[in-house]
């Protein structure tokens, strides 16, 4: 009851957050944040109990025939995931307050923040499948709205558009893989599947499995290729930019991937295909990122080396690197949220985001430039932070890698040493050195804005000076938990002098090198930058245009603007088609039709043949309209010679009305001198003879089969006893099938409600 | 189209098919007849009536406008299957009773009545809206 409520909280503040800011003015971002912090407070009550190996678990039935509840589980991994989504969030909404302050739309930004917060957590707890569908989604969606906030801006659309586009379509992947998944195991509860793993490793569909729910992963976690939406991202304000894109929703992909391992990880095909993405996304996004002059597309592209670290070691699969992935997890979450909002801070106060632009600004703001050079520390992997255990953990799994390690050293070293480049040009540079001018003055942001940063970067020298903290009570429940058996961790900062120093050694002088050598290096890369040009966001951007062409083009050719073409089109299809149907699946039943046929009904019958003729045949609009109307009125004749006089009063009503409707239409139009050409006229009587005789072929072959016992034989006896009736077919009408009848007047009230609009509006012309 | 003869005829006829067209609506039960027949007879008078006439005359005799007669049907036939629900009944279960005041009337009154009556205005305020929308164009 309680994951519930912790989950569906966040929505419920967000429906209210437009209407509660207008009463809360300069607090908002306070106030708001009081949700998040009662949800840090109440996951942090479950830490014992996670501690001691117990889980906690709920579950609603939504829909019982298809497997599909709302079903919550609380492990080592959720709580992980659960506190750092809730804990951030409470930063990140107090900085919200101070950094939209006075934005129009600062409510409705709560409320997609909220909405956020609440999918995300929706989906790290979520136990069932299509629940986890479910909240992927959201979150995609939310991050759609978040990072297009600034809607005024082209750019921001389109960026908003290609992260929803590319992660939305990764998640289609993902819900096929999962479905395939419930189909091998039986069942759609995740916790039923951690027991199963075999059962899918060895089926036939694991490969097929395995690239849906990769599809999935890697296109929310932004690895290569599809990593090109997350420095597009970086339009959205600061804030989302620090909560969604570097501390949460990008791992959900990497939450999904250590949820899942038990399941589908541990064999080859899951070692190479994840190591290798992984290992090609760090080492790209660690140079991309030193070639950018932004602070944010440098934190973007930072981030995404990280998920493709992340990757890696959830690829490598062994104790060890599961270990170093969970709290590079969250050494990562703290020193990437710090950094992002220290960049928005230095942008709100000077103006100016390129790193070229900025020095010297630790005299205007003091506390800003603290965290921004201990996040740094902690990006560097430099001691005694919580970043410098995770990279040993790294190394450590490196080494322990059997096939492919020097390779693999060589990887995590490379990254690492232009990570420490990157950390020292983005997190303190700006602050060191001759103060320069910035299109605004600098100073101390308020304490909104440097409270968040602050937090951050000094939970990561706390955990890193105290790592025994963490150690037991959220870390190894979460390894255990991806692993699928108990493990302890030795978290410490110094293990002796081992192979794991020496490669920090190396590290850290190598990056130094490469930053005193930058400008050469940047100089070889621009020279292979052309290649980018055709990377994936150009494929992304070409196939959109290509998609719009297309789209444009046969609605031009379908949607062409007259009815006589939508009729003719949907009537000639029907005709062909049905025609067809009936011809190749049609048991020779002759129709039960005999040959008595009265005189009277000959008459009318031949009265209706020549009304059609003539209306096909006629000269003016008037004369066919009238011919028409004859047709009506002997249609009504037949429906009284048959026994239904209500029908036949009813059209006979609706074709005089008719008559009548045209009469005063036509009588105002100017005259037309062009009526359809005696070819035209042709292929429409074709088509109207072949749509004809194909109803009367369905009604004579319905009429000779007898499946079920006739309806008209129940409503014959029960309408007097049930309905004090004796006029069938009214009550029929509006009683026994009443509801239908509904249904028929509220279409005839919304065809009332537009031709009213269609004629009414017309006219005025609005300048937009 | 004002000829004195149209004029006077459809006065008349205007209170002859509203009689007959309330004579139907409550005759649809056990013999030919019913909400859609009357609603469209009664907006066969006005049309008339609006030809004889013109619209703003028309619209005037009605007292509401036509688009309003549209929405209280839909109403009156949605509302006639609510009464059931309060009893715990399906949506839409016919209910029935006795209007008896002896020697004079012995009435069978049920909701498909009501719901009737919802269907005769719906089709009343639709045909008429088209036809004064079209008259007005």
Excluded at chain 1, 287 to 298: C, E, G, N, V, Y
Excluded at chain 1, 633 to 639: D, G, N, R, S, T
Excluded at chain 1, 702 to 720: C, I, L, N
Aim: proline content about 4%.
């Amino acid at each position: 009851m309680g994951m519930v409520v912790a989950v569906l909280s966040g929505f419920v503040l967000a429906l209210a957050a437009p209407y509660l800011y207008r009463m809360t003015g300069r607090a908002a971002g306070w106030i708001f944040a009081v949700l998040p912090a009662g949800l840090v407070v109440y996951f942090a009550t479950h830490i014992g109990a996670i501690e001691a190996g117990q889980t906690v678990s709920v579950t609603y039935e939504w829909v019982p025939a298809l497997g599909i509840s709302l079903s919550f589980y609380l492990d080592g991994l959720s709580l992980l995931f659960a506190l750092l989504i809730s804990g951030i969030g409470v930063l990140i909404v107090i900085y919200s307050g101070g950094y939209l302050e006075g934005h129009r739309q600062l409510g409705l930004f709560f409320a997609f923040i909220l909405t956020f917060m609440g999918s995300m957590l929706g989906l790290v707890m979520a136990d069932n499948a299509i629940t986890l569908f479910v909240f992927w989604e959201l979150t995609s969606l939310s991050s759609y709205f978040l990072i297009g906030f600034d809607h005024e801006r082209e750019i921001a659309r389109f960026s908003a558009l290609q992260a929803l586009l590319v992660t939305g379509l990764g998640g289609l992947a993902l819900l096929a893989g999962l479905l395939l998944m419930g189909q091998v195991n039986g069942g759609l509860e995740i916790s039923a599947w951690l027991g199963q793993g075999g059962a899918v490793q060895s089926h036939a569909l694991y490969p097929l499995i395995l690239l849906l729910v990769l599809g999935g992963a890697f296109t929310k976690s932004a690895q290569a290729p599809f990593h090109f939406w997350l420095p597009s991202a970086m339009e959205a304000p600061t804030p989302v930019s620090a909560y969604l894109h570097s501390a949460t929703m990008v791992n959900a992909g990497i939450y999904l991937l250590a949820r899942l391992n038990p399941i589908l990880g541990g064999t080859h095909l899951w070692f190479y295909a994840v190591t290798v993405t992984g290992g090609i996304t760090m080492l790209m996004g660690a140079m991309q990122a030193l070639q950018q002059t932004d602070m944010k597309r440098i934190l973007a592209y930072s981030t995404v080396s990280v998920l493709g670290t992340l990757t890696l070691l959830l690829g490598l699969g062994s104790e060890q690197a599961i270990k170093a992935a969970m709290v590079l997890i969250l050494a990562h979450a703290l020193y990437k949220a710090a950094m992002f909002l220290v960049a928005g801070a230095v942008d709100h106060g000077t103006g100016v985001r390129d790193i070229n632009g900025l020095s010297g600004l630790r005299h205007a703001m003091p506390m800003v430039a603290l965290a921004a050079s201990v996040a740094a520390l902690s990006m560097a992997g430099l001691p005694p932070l919580f970043g410098f255990i995770g990279k040993e953990m790294l190394y450590q799994a490196a080494l322990e890698t059997q096939p492919t390690r020097l390779l693999l050293i060589a990887v995590a070293v490379l990254t690492s040493m232009l990570l420490v480049a990157v950390a020292w040009i983005v997190g303190v540079r700006p602050f060191i050195g001759e103060k320069i001018t910035t299109p605004k003055d600098p100073h101390d942001p308020p304490v909104s804005l440097w409270i968040g940063p602050g937090l951050l970067a000094g939970l990561g020298l706390l955990f890193g000076l105290l790592p025994d903290l963490l150690e037991r009570s959220i870390l190894s429940p979460s390894v255990e938990a991806v692993l699928g058996r108990p493990s302890a961790m030795d978290l410490a900062l110094w293990h002796g002098l081992n192979p794991e120093l020496a490669l920090s050694v190396v590290t850290f002088a190598g990056g130094a090198g490469i930053y005193a050598g930058r400008n050469v290096l940047l100089a070889i890369a621009s020279r292979v930058a052309a290649v980018t040009r055709w990377g994936p966001a150009a494929w992304y951007a070409v196939t959109l245009i290509g998609l719009n062409r297309v789209a444009l083009a046969q609605t031009r050719l379908l949607q062409s603007g007259y009815l006589r073409v939508y009729l003719l089109t949907v009537v000639g299809i029907i005709a062909v088609l049905g025609g067809y149907t009936l011809i190749r699946g049609a048991q020779v039943v002759s129709p039960a039709v005999g040959f008595d046929i009265h005189f009277h009904e000959l008459v009318l019958a031949v009265i209706m043949l020549l009304g059609a003729i003539v209306a096909a045949r006629a000269r003016s609009v008037l004369y066919s309209v009238v011919a028409l109307g004859a047709v009506g009125y002997c249609v009504a004749l037949i429906f009284v010679l048959f026994g239904a006089p209500d029908l036949g009063m009813t059209q006979f009503l609706i074709e005089t009305l008719m008559v009548i409707l045209f009469v005063i239409v036509f009588y105002r139009m100017p005259r037309f001198e062009k009526l359809s050409s005696t070819s035209v006229r042709l292929r429409d009587v074709f088509v109207a003879t072949l749509a004809g005789g194909l109803i009367t072929a369905l009604v004579l072959r319905a009429t000779a089969v007898q499946w079920y016992p006739s309806m008209s034989t129940y409503f014959a006896e029960h309408s007097y006893l049930l309905a004090h009736s004796r006029n069938i077919v009214n009550v029929i009408l509006v009683d026994f099938r009443a509801l239908d009848t509904l249904g028929e007047i509220t279409v005839l009230a919304v065809a009332g409600a537009g031709v009213y609009t269609l004629l009414k509006l017309r006219p005025q012309k609005r300048e937009d | 189209m004002g000829s004195l003869i149209l004029r006077t005829a459809a006065r008349l006829l205007l209170v002859l098919f509203l009689q007959f067209s309330v004579f139907l609506l409550l005759r649809g039960h056990n013999e030919p007849g019913g909400g859609f027949v009357g609603g469209l007879v009664v907006s066969a008078a006005f049309a008339l009536y609006a030809l004889a006439y013109d619209v703003a005359t028309a619209r005037r005799l009605l007292w509401m406008d036509t688009r309003l007669f549209i929405w209280i049907g839909l109403l009156v036939a949605a509302g006639s299957g609510l009464g059931p629900l309060l009893q715990g009944r399906p949506f839409m279960t016919g209910q029935w009773g006795h209007l008896v005041l002896p020697g004079i009337i012995d009435l069978g009154l049920g909701t498909p009545l009501l719901f009737d009556l919802g269907a005769y205005l719906v089709v009343f305020g639709v045909t008429l809206t088209i036809i004064f929308s079209l008259e007005e164009e």
